[in-house]
């Protein structure tokens, strides 16, 4: 009976191991894979562009403040391409317009677009139709 019991406590320990391996291995799956999201998203940022795209209807270009054009290089290509701006702002006139942000990084600057409705973007993406404003880099906001 000694024995008996002795096995069933035995078997009882073994199996309780076998249980926190189990949740331990799972576990550091679970933060193996958070740690590749993680590093995955740092450099393509592929959860923060759904996001702005589905969630807020925006578009960001991600760029570092180093790559980012001066804001003389900006203010030269909005004055030359003046008549595009204003074909931009004939959208929706008064619920769309172009800025100049050069807050965020110094002596840096890029152009934010923005916009009331998902078709007005739509229209802009259209009217620029490339990743670049003539080679400024831009984003798209839904105000």
Same mark, same amino acid.
């Given at each position: ?14 199996? %309780? ?52 054009? %001066? ?32 807050? %965020? ?26 990743? %670049? ?11």
């Amino acid at each position: 009976m000694i024995e008996t019991t002795n096995e069933i406590k035995f078997s009882q320990a073994i199996e %309780t191991m076998k249980k926190e391996s189990r949740f331990i291995i799972l576990l550091l799956i679970l933060i193996t894979l958070c740690i590749v999201v993680i590093l995955i998203e740092t450099k393509t940022h592929t959860i923060r562009r759904i996001f702005d795209d589905f969630i807020y209807d925006n578009k960001n270009h991600y760029l570092p403040c180093e790559k980012l054009p %001066t804001k003389v290089e900006v203010n030269k290509i909005i004055r030359e391409k003046n008549d595009v701006i204003k074909e931009i702002e004939a959208v929706n006139p008064g619920f769309v317009e172009v800025e100049i942000d050069s807050s %965020t990084c110094q002596g840096k600057a890029d152009i934010i677009f923005w916009y009331a409705s998902h078709e007005n973007r739509l229209e802009i993406e259209d009217i620029i139709g490339d990743e %670049t404003f003539f080679g400024i880099p831009y984003r798209l906001q839904n105000r």
